[in-house]
Every structure is written in structure tokens, then in C-alpha cells.
């Protein structure tokens, strides 16, 4: 059994290469700095390679092309337009790299190897060091195996509805509703805004995506704390040292 278990981890291994291959390629060929604009021209939004905004930035006449009301609609009209962009530039990039081909090839060697062919050489898989691994009962090990998983399953729950958070600039005039990934909505106070200069509303859409992405960067450190806390390394030493003796285990 421990011949099997190693084999099908060393076939997961290498697809798992393959797999990262592909996506290095694709990440190689990938737009930077795509922009957007609103239709009037008095907001740019370039996007940043984690699909928020790396900047927003009102033109120095911005007053003459948007109403005060208007400018927090025309921040998302700007990212609309450069998320629109850049979905295109992926588009190609996708057809040119025939990706979806690449992706069926890799399936089709994954799941049905040809007998007759060689064996392909398998990466090296690190040895771990068991020799210190606490002999549990089977039991308990199962339980704690079964925990981190509904615990892996709730935390896959929570991703799938990322978390929004609103990001502010200092002195509150300026709000970014963002997920990962995506910016969802831009409020400006108008009173304050129809007497700003370019450059103080530039300050403040700043302030409040450097708010908004540390609120982010906060909530994903404390997902990856909890994801260490289940000790997976610890768990997965367990399963191994059981698998290449079981009857040290069961005596």
C-alpha cells in the first residue's frame, strides 16, 4: 500500500508541475498596467496584477468633464472599462497559448496513461523525517484528520463569498467597497468634492485604497493563521509513518 500511496503522490506531483508550467506561462504573458477611463475622461483607473486598482486618478480638469455627484460613478465606470480591457488582452492571451488544448492534453495523460509507453521520470519527492512522530491511536489521528477537514470546508464556504470591506481616506470623504479582486463601488462626498483640487481628490482616492487593501491584507493573514493552526504538516507525518508501518501503530 505504501508503494501505491507514493507512486499516485509522485503522478499528482508531476501534474501538479505541469499544471504550474502552464500558469507561469500564461502569468509571463499576461497585460500589465491595463487603464481605463469613464466616457468623459475625468477619471483613469489602472488595474493591478491582483484585479484591484493599482491607482485612480482624476484628470487635472476633471471638474469640467464630471459633476461632483457624478465623480464616484465615473471611478467605477473607469474600472468597469479597464477590467473590460484587460478581460480582452486575457482572451487572447488564452487563444494564443491554446490553452484549453494544453489543459485537455494534460487530463487526458492524468487520467489515462499509455501502458505501453516508458514510465516518465518521476520528480524526487523529499523525504520526510518520521522518526520523531508520536504513535497515536488510529482512532484519534482519524478524528483530528476529520476536523481540519470540516475546518478546510468552512473556510472554503467563507471564500466563496469574499469578504467586502470599505476603505477610506483619512478624512472620510472618499469610501472603496472592495472584495479580493474587485472594486465594487466608489462614494464621494459631493459638497466636499466640488471645492477639491486634482490633486486633493487624487490624495484621498490614495488614502482609501491603501485603507482598503490592508483591511484585505488583514482579513487573509488571519485566514492563513487559522489554516496553520490545523497542522496539516503534523497530521499528514502521522499518515505517513502509519502507512510505511502500520504494525507499530496497532500493537
Known amino acids: 500500500m505504501d508503494d501505491e500511496f507514493m507512486r499516485g503522490l509522485q503522478q499528482f506531483q508531476q501534474q501538479a508541475l505541469n499544471l504550474q508550467s502552464m500558469m507561469t506561462e500564461m502569468q509571463n504573458r499576461m497585460p500589465q ?4 477611463t469613464d466616457a468623459q475622461g475625468a477619471v483613469t483607473v489602472r488595474m493591478a496584477a491582483d484585479g484591484l486598482p493599482e491607482f485612480i ?11 461632483p455627484e457624478a465623480i464616484g460613478a465615473a471611478v ?7 477590467m473590460s480591457r484587460q478581460m480582452t488582452a486575457w482572451g487572447q492571451v488564452f487563444e494564443d497559448v491554446d490553452w484549453q488544448g494544453k489543459a485537455d492534453r494534460l487530463d487526458s495523460q492524468f487520467g489515462q496513461p499509455d501502458a505501453s ?3 516518465a521520470a518521476q520528480p524526487d519527492i523529499p523525504e520526510r523525517d518520521l522518526r520523531y512522530v508520536v504513535s497515536r491511536p488510529l482512532d484519534v489521528l482519524a478524528e483530528d484528520v476529520l476536523s481540519a477537514f470540516d475546518a478546510v470546508e468552512r473556510m472554503d464556504e467563507t471564500a466563496s ?9 483619512a478624512a472620510r470623504h472618499v469610501t472603496l467597497v472592495v472584495s479580493k479582486g474587485a ?7 459631493r459638497h466636499w468634492a466640488a471645492d477639491q483640487s486634482y490633486i486633493k481628490l487624487n490624495q484621498a482616492f490614495e488614502e482609501a485604497l491603501g485603507d482598503a487593501r490592508d483591511k484585505l491584507s488583514s482579513i487573509e493573514a488571519a485566514a492563513a493563521d487559522g489554516l496553520a493552526g490545523l497542522q496539516v504538516d503534523s ?3 502521522e499518515a505517513l509513518a502509519i502507512l510505511r508501518d502500520p504494525q507499530r501503530f496497532i500493537d
Open 76 to 82: 467605477s465606470e473607469a474600472y468597469g472599462a479597464a
Open 117 to 119: 509507453a516508458a514510465p
Open 235 to 237: 497530521l499528514l507525518d
Open 161 to 169: 463569498e469574499p469578504a467586502e470591506v470599505n476603505g477610506t481616506s
Open 183 to 189: 472594486l465594487r463601488s466608489c462614494e464621494v462626498d
Open 57 to 67: 486618478r482624476a484628470a487635472s480638469d476633471w471638474q469640467r468633464r464630471q459633476a
Open 33 to 36: 498596467g491595463v487603464e481605463g
